[in-house]
Each structure stands twice: as structure tokens, then as C-alpha cells.
């Protein structure tokens, strides 16, 4: 199975930035396509941004166009979130996720096959 660990989250002050890190691995990790979503207390898990893994396709939540930047490095089997001038509607578990086919589409939970365990982002004064 394919793995996912998910890092950089933390305490950051409304204006700050945070850059996630996800590490895929296992045997045979070979994606699609990789997506963050995140989920608030009390929330729907949401989408946020994805990459495919091979022509580097993006898609991005509308509120954090501009905002946020995914990105990933083919080599070391890692995603990336840049996430810049935070605000505490950011606040939020993160999560990576991956899938080695396109189904219903990269801005769709459902589509992904693997699920990271979560990193927490807290935007606060």
C-alpha cells in the first residue's frame, strides 16, 4: 500500500505563511495525482488544491487562488502545499491524499485512494 505522512503544520499568527510537506511511499507508489483537503471543526472535509503527478496539471479551491501553491517533486515522492497570508478561516486538519487513476476527478475526495494522517494548521493572533 501507499503511504502518506504529512508535515509543516503549526501555530501561525493571520498573515504568516506555513509550507506542507507530504512523503508518499511504498512498493509500488505510483500517482496520478495528489491533492491537499482540509477539514475544520464542525465542517465538511473540503478540497483545496492537486497536481498530477506527470504533466504537473493544478486545480485549486476558488478562495485560495492566489494564496496557496501546490506543487510536487517526482523524484522524492512529496507534494507540497505554499500557504501564505493565512487567516484563521484557514484554521484546519490537512490532508494529503493520492490516487493512482483518475476517476471522478483530482478536485473530488472520492477520486483518491490514499489518505495521510493529518497535519494541523491553526491561524490565530
Known amino acids: 500500500q501507499v503511504q502518506l505522512v504529512e508535515s509543516g503544520g503549526g501555530l501561525v499568527q493571520p498573515g504568516g505563511s506555513l509550507r506542507l510537506s507530504c512523503a508518499a511511499s511504498g512498493r509500488t507508489f505510483t500517482a496520478y495525482a495528489m491533492g491537499w483537503f482540509r477539514q475544520a471543526p464542525g465542517k465538511e472535509r473540503e478540497f483545496v488544491a492537486a497536481v498530477t503527478w506527470s504533466a504537473g496539471t493544478t486545480a485549486y479551491k476558488d478562495s485560495v487562488k492566489g494564496q496557496f501553491t501546490i506543487s510536487r517533486d517526482r523524484a522524492k515522492n512529496t507534494v507540497y502545499l505554499q500557504m501564505n497570508s493565512l487567516k484563521p478561516e484557514d484554521t484546519a486538519v490537512y490532508y494529503c491524499?493520492?490516487?493512482?487513476?483518475?476517476?471522478?476527478?483530482?478536485?473530488?475526495?472520492?477520486?483518491?485512494?490514499?489518505w495521510g494522517q493529518g497535519t494541523q494548521v491553526t491561524v490565530s493572533s
Open positions: 491524499a493520492s490516487t493512482q487513476r483518475a476517476r471522478l476527478g483530482i478536485m473530488f475526495a472520492g477520486s483518491y485512494d490514499y
